[in-house]
């Protein structure tokens, strides 16, 4: 019995049948695959963001200095009422805050010490003689300290976005806070505070942008 050889394919065309439909669905299951862990990886990342990581990341900024112009609207004002200024932080309890515009004045926390100065006039003060006092300028303070312990003493916490864009939520828990402040929402990105807004329980609110400096405190 005679066989007759099969003549044999030549190489160009084996790659050209690997390469045809099974090689497409090869391909678009990988890039599948690929697709899917990188959505699991960017699902991970973001839930991996909480409250306690960006708490975490402020902590970290032992002290800063930013810029800041603030726009209040006041009812009994028939415009918004601007000034500017500069802010200082050093870690863990000392907040300065010194407008320049419209008028000089400056007020600088120190633990609990508070000192206001406007013009000639100087008046000093103890926050804990102070509570409402105490727990508005803790929320600031706490913030950039990134303390959670002492924001939640006063305040109900609650963050959204993420490292690049978050929003941290503060309403206050104790009845007479409340009949001054509504909420205060803090905005930043990463390590960043970008800006503090205060609604008050009357409709009047005011809206601070701060800007980082690069000078050190």
């Known amino acids: 019995m005679t066989h007759t050889a099969r003549p044999s394919t030549p190489a160009s065309t084996r790659k050209s049948a690997l390469g045809g439909p099974m090689q497409g669905r090869v391909s678009a299951l990988a890039a599948l695959a690929t697709g899917l862990a990188l959505f699991t990886f960017s699902l991970s990342a973001f839930a991996a963001w909480d409250l306690q990581q960006l708490m975490d990341s402020l902590a970290q900024n032992k002290s800063g200095r930013a810029t800041f112009v603030e726009t209040k609207h006041i009812a009994v004002l028939d415009r918004p009422v601007q000034s500017s200024g500069e802010l200082v932080f050093v870690a863990p309890d000392r907040l300065e805050k010194r407008t320049l515009k419209p008028k000089p004045e400056s007020m600088i ?5 508070l000192t206001l100065e406007r013009g000639s006039q100087k008046r000093q003060m103890q926050l804990q003689a102070y509570p409402e006092v105490a ?56 390590d960043q505070v970008k800006s503090i807004e205060i609604t008050q329980a009357d409709g009047d609110s005011s809206l601070m942008v701060v800007k980082e400096s690069t000078t050190p405190p």
């Open 109 to 113: 926390v120190n633990g609990d010490a």
């Open 135 to 190: 727990a508005f300028i803790d929320s600031i303070r706490g913030t950039l300290a990134g303390d959670r312990k002492a924001l939640e003493r006063s305040y109900q916490l609650s963050l959204d976005g993420s490292a690049d864009g978050w929003t941290l939520q503060l309403l206050p828990r104790d009845e007479k806070m409340k009949a001054v402040v509504q909420r205060i929402r803090i905005a930043g990105v990463r």
